[in-house]
């Protein structure tokens, strides 16, 4: 049994994983921002513990990976149109993140990020979603950088549909949609399988089981 640190840990995402992630065996540490969200992850069985991805510096989040085995990044900053929480949380909270784990002293580290964000971007972008893909692109590439035991894992459209257990993992796939539970699930897997190590995958719906796809990506 091993403590998986879970950065965002009230998302939608990280909620499945929490459950997931119990029913394999680990006790999830669940970092948010607010004390009102712990009797319901607690209720889940995670740990809670404070932490503020915008406010707080790296030497905090390697505070609260205290006595973690591995990190998973969940956070986003929201569908709404700001601009500068896609920098300060989907980027900024990235990288506190992989500094907190370096001085931490934990090597495995998990991130959600998002399909095609590597491709160009047209010249007519809107900018918030520009700042959003930017974002995540900029967080990617510093993990693959960072020297960890790393795993991105980049979703379709997400849905909150019921899991299905089923979906296409490869470096590229077609874009489509995944649900959020079959998210949680793939990390959960990837998390206990260490051919997933220096790996990034895009990720939708699909045929295949979790477990052959993430054995056989």
């Known amino acids: ?13 990280a909620q499945h994983l929490i459950t997931t992630l119990v029913t394999r065996g680990h006790t999830p540490v669940a970092l948010v921002r607010k004390e009102e969200y712990r009797d319901e992850l607690e209720a889940k069985g995670a740990v809670v513990r404070l932490l503020d991805i915008e406010q707080q510096d790296a030497a905090a989040f390697a505070a609260a990976f ?3 085995h591995a990190v998973v990044f969940a956070a986003g900053g929201g569908p709404d149109g700001n601009i500068e929480r896609k920098r300060t949380v989907d980027l900024g909270g990235s990288l506190k993140s992989i500094e907190g784990a370096q001085k931490a002293g934990i090597e495995r580290f998990v991130q959600v990020s998002a399909i095609g964000v590597d491709a160009p971007l047209p010249d007519d972008t809107e900018d918030v979603w520009k700042a959003y893909v930017e974002a995540k692109r900029d967080a990617d590439a510093a993990l693959r950088d960072s020297g960890l035991q790393w795993t991105i894992i980049r979703p379709g459209g997400l849905t909150d549909d019921p899991g299905t257990g089923l979906v296409t993992l490869a470096e590229s796939v077609e874009p489509g949609q995944v649900t959020r539970s ?26 295949t089981p979790i477990a052959d796809a993430v054995a056989s990506a």
């Open 66 to 68: 205290e006595g973690c």
């Open 1 to 13: 049994m091993s403590r998986i640190a879970i950065v965002g840990g009230h998302g939608k995402v």
């Open 182 to 207: 079959d998210v949680a699930a793939v990390l959960a897997v990837c998390l206990d399988e260490d051919r997933s190590i220096g790996k990034q995958w895009e990720l939708v719906g699909g045929d």
